[in-house]
T-cell receptor, first 114, second 117 residues
């Protein structure tokens, strides 16, 4: 079974600084998708960024970018120019190719210090 | 608004009772997923439906059941409730009937918070 591990239960960052959240996963599949979801205090699950495993280029979405290392099965999220609104739980998730469920990590709680 | 609607938003009930949570997927989405998030925990996959048929099953207790109706809305039934069932229950949807470009992205509802006393 696929597993997703987030080894940092909590992280903090100064406003305007850069922070990187770690995620590793275990799979025997070659085609899959990886995601970062944000869960603010409202508890809504918001998609931040996604990466297709067949793409070597790292995905970017404005201040959010990933470092995807397929051989190492690593998928970290970098948040640049951190803002107070970035404070939230961040979940890394994996999905096999096809119409399949997401497998989530346990999350990393990010605090942003003004 | 994500387009996925969950009702009720909050529900308080007693041990031993039965409740039904409802989910209306985003317009045209064929797949519905149910997840459970206990306090400060990650999301645990319960069950998935695709166009009315059960597609995948996760860590769903025998006391829990679900179905997806012809209009594609889904219900999650929780019975013989225990204190440990208190959680946030999320519904998500994906796979649009007419557009496969976003097929691998799940869109989540706002969740139903269940409190069992």
């Amino acid at each position: 079974a696929q597993t997703v591990t987030q080894s940092q239960p909590e992280m903090s960052v100064q406003e305007a600084e850069t922070v990187t959240l770690s995620c590793t996963y275990d799979t025997s599949e070659s085609d899959y998708y990886l995601f970062w979801y944000k869960q603010p205090p409202s508890r809504q699950m918001i998609l931040v960024i996604r990466q297709e495993a067949y793409k070597q280029q790292n995905a970017t979405e404005n201040r959010f970018s990933v470092n995807f290392q397929k051989a190492a099965k690593s998928f970290s999220l970098k948040i640049s120019d951190s803002q107070l609104g970035d404070a939230a739980m961040y979940f890394c998730a994996y999905r096999r190719e096809g119409n399949t469920p997401l497998v989530f990590g346990k999350g990393t709680r990010l605090s942003v210090i003004a | 608004d994500s387009g996925v609607t969950q009702t009720p938003k909050h529900l308080i009930t007693a041990t031993g009772q039965r409740v039904t949570l409802r989910c209306s997927p985003r317009s045209g989405d064929l797949s519905v997923y149910w997840y459970q998030q206990s306090l400060d925990q990650g999301l645990q996959f319960l069950i998935q439906y695709y166009n009315g048929e059960e597609r995948a099953k996760g860590n769903i207790l025998e006391r829990f059941s679900a179905q997806q109706f012809p209009d594609l809305h889904s219900e999650l039934n929780l019975s013989s409730l225990e204190l440990g069932d208190s959680a946030l229950y999320f519904c998500a949807s994906s796979v649009r009937r007419w557009d496969s470009s976003g097929a691998n992205v799940l869109t989540f509802g706002a969740g139903s918070r269940l409190t069992v006393l």
